[in-house]
């Protein structure tokens, strides 16, 4: 799992590549607006593990949890593109989790490393997660809260005004939950159990691997 730092880190250097190409670009005629369109479909798996229960007390853990959610996910982008390189606009979604619902809102910056119609492009997605993560045995319920993807990919022309896309990307997705706290408890010499004495809100992120195709608009 991320933390903020270097989630922090890693939005630093992406939006550092960006910039730096976006400095190098000639100001000639062709820099034009145009609008586009990106419509995708995806799957992602998550990876690693989130933090659960608190035991305390003797030989008390954290109890940690395995992140098996795998998302599918139906999503558009629309904005602007200028010369037909840099793609700036708002995605909205929803993802179906196997133990949630989303509907993910982003702000959507995205680069084509050529200007022909078969291209590299990469792509970063910055917002929220609307929604709930529904609870099981081993956590509570939660919330949506800050989400981020990062991709790279291959767009191929169609028809003229249609292209397909591959892409790669990975997940962060933040969850505001609680922990139950519980305290080891001796009932006789013999015998001790666990006792819920309270819970503590905690964010939650989780990671997700994925692949997504989308259809671009012109």
Not at 65 to 85: A, D, S
Not at 183 to 201: A, N, P, R
Request: charged share 15%; proline share 1%.
């Amino acid at each position: 799992m991320f933390t903020r730092t270097g989630i922090c880190l890693l939005i630093a250097g992406f939006m550092l590549i960006f910039f730096r190409c976006f400095s190098q670009e000639s100001d000639t005629a062709s820099n034009t607006l145009k609008y586009f369109n990106k419509t995708e479909l995806g799957v992602s798996f998550g990876i690693g593990s989130f933090n659960s229960n608190v035991y305390s007390g003797s030989n008390g853990y954290t109890s940690k949890v395995k992140n098996t959610e795998i998302p599918f996910t139906l999503q558009t982008v629309n904005g602007v593109m200028y010369n037909r390189r840099w793609m700036l606009g708002v995605s909205l979604g929803v993802e179906k989790w196997q133990k949630g619902l989303f509907w993910p809102i982003y702000g959507y910056l995205g680069y084509n490393f050529t200007k022909t119609d078969n291209s590299f492009f990469a792509n970063i997605y910055l917002g929220y997660g609307i929604g709930t993560r529904y609870s099981t045995s081993y956590y509570n319920q939660g919330s949506g809260a800050f989400a981020l993807m990062l991709g790279v990919g291959y767009r191929m022309k169609v028809t003229k005004s249609l292209k397909f896309g591959y892409e790669i990307f990975y997940k962060y997705q933040a969850i505001n939950s609680s922990y139950n706290i519980y305290k080891y408890v001796t009932t006789d010499s013999l015998h001790y159990e666990w006792k819920q004495y309270g819970s503590s809100d905690n964010k939650i992120g989780l990671s997700f691997a994925g692949f997504k195709i989308a259809i671009f608009f012109p």
